[in-house]
């Protein structure tokens, strides 16, 4: 099931994802079991997917959406990679290849970034696509395009609720260049 079209309406940051560079982007939540047609969401219901954990012994939960201008659904995502695979700048990094930890447990982390960027690099269906160069996006939507689940969705426009969440959000003031103009 394709990611929300009105994302990130109803969700909430849960926490950041951190890259060494001093950028972050939000972890948005709850993460979801099932689609909003009811159906069971596409890693809870992919064989292979589940196998992967099972083999890792780790319990599948539901995740989230990684990132905010650039957002990927984990709850859809089934690790095919076609997104990292189209970035031509290699916004997105298989997460597990840095750190080889449950998904669960990226909030809070800090990536230095140097993940693979390489379609078959994953470490298996477990890993995840994180858009932790997300500030580098030129909006070009390839990701978007290709990815099988339609878990991705980029919007320049979600800068707001970035920094909504982040508390860096100031209004600009019609007809002025001074964020801090008053009328």
């Not at 990130?8 to 950028?23: R, V, Y």
């Not at 932790?132 to 939507?141: A, K, N, P, S, Y």
Request: hydrophobic share 35%; proline share 6%.
């Amino acid at each position: 099931m394709p990611i929300a079209e009105n994302f990130p309406e109803g969700l909430k940051p849960i926490g950041k994802i951190s890259n060494a560079d001093g950028q972050f982007h939000f972890m948005w939540g709850p993460g979801k079991t099932t689609n909003t047609d009811g159906s069971q969401a596409e890693v809870l219901a992919d064989s292979d997917v589940v196998a992967a954990y099972n083999a890792k012994g780790e319990e599948q939960v539901p995740l989230g959406v990684s990132g905010t201008m650039v957002a990927v659904d984990w709850d859809s995502c089934v690790a095919d990679g076609a997104c990292i695979e189209a970035c031509p700048v290699q916004v997105f990094q298989w997460y597990r290849t840095e750190k080889d930890i449950p998904a669960k447990d990226v909030v809070g982390q800090t990536f230095e970034g140097t993940g693979s960027s390489v379609k078959d690099e994953r470490k298996d269906l477990t890993d995840k696509a994180d858009p932790i160069r997300e500030h580098d996006c030129i909006w070009c939507m390839a990701c978007v395009s290709v990815c099988p689940p339609q878990a991705i969705k980029v919007d320049q426009s979600n800068l707001e609720a970035h920094e909504k969440a982040a508390g860096t959000f100031v209004k600009m003031v019609a007809g002025s260049e001074n964020p801090h103009a008053h009328d």
